[in-house]
């Protein structure tokens, strides 16, 4: 039973489009992550989310948001797709203080 | 600012070898440090959670070490096999989320 699963794993899609990416964990974490892997694999922070604060990484573009349904779920939306936002993007939980981190397998994003 | 440096960036080693991937973090006030290991086109597997309390963690071949005061933590890998080739990547955690190093590639040579 896999503990962080993103969907789908694969996206291909035109410029201009809008897009979402779905995360889901069932380790009853309360903090999720999405991150971003650029095509040098440099692993960067997007946003941090629990049930009380939402911590965004200022470089991120407000193209990008985070929405999240329930303390389980953490769905990231991408609006008006550049060429550059081509990467893979990884979810992750953990619980808040001093616990493991879990990552998804990830979702490569092509914008063409 | 945590920033993290992961030394040396790639490294081949013959089957067998024991060897040390280096970790350095610049924010001492960290609640654990995670190594984890990326195969190509995957995600990232955890290998090893240390606390802040703690000195090293082992796990099979695997043996993390922490020195908090000084930033430094080391991934010891004992007899290697080529299925140790991936990219390790260390992580400390503190009041932000995870910040990574940009990794160590490993090959493995048979």
């Known amino acids: 039973d896999t503990a962080v699963s993103q969907t789908p794993k694969y996206l291909v899609t035109q410029m201009g489009n809008d897009k979402s990416i779905k995360c889901e964990q069932n380790l009853g974490h309360d903090t999720m992550y999405w991150y971003k892997q650029d095509s040098k694999k440099f692993l960067k922070i997007m946003f941090s989310y629990n049930n009380k604060e939402l911590i965004i990484n200022e470089t991120v573009p407000n193209r990008f948001s985070p929405k999240s349904p329930d303390k389980a779920h953490l769905n990231l939306h991408i609006n008006s797709l550049e060429l550059g936002d081509s990467a893979v993007y990884f979810c992750?939980?953990?619980?808040?203080?001093?616990?493991?981190?879990?990552f998804g397998q990830g979702t490569r994003l092509t914008v063409v | 600012k945590q920033e993290v440096t992961q030394i040396p960036a790639a490294l081949s080693v013959p089957e067998g070898e024991n060897l040390v991937l280096n970790c350095s973090f610049t924010?001492?006030?960290?609640?654990?440090l995670q190594w984890f290991r990326q195969d190509p086109g995957k995600g990232l597997t955890s290998l090893l959670l240390?606390?802040?309390?703690?000195r090293e963690q082992t796990s099979g071949r695997l043996n993390a070490s922490l020195d908090k005061s000084s930033g430094r933590s080391t991934l010891y890998i004992a007899a290697s096999q080529p299925g140790d080739s991936a990219t390790y990547l260390c992580a400390p955690q503190g009041n932000t989320p995870l910040v990574f190093g940009k990794g160590t590639r490993l090959s493995v040579i048979a």
């Open positions: 992750a939980s953990t619980s808040t203080g001093n616990t493991e981190a879990f």
């Open positions: 240390i606390q802040s309390s703690q």
């Open positions: 924010d001492s006030a960290i609640y654990n």
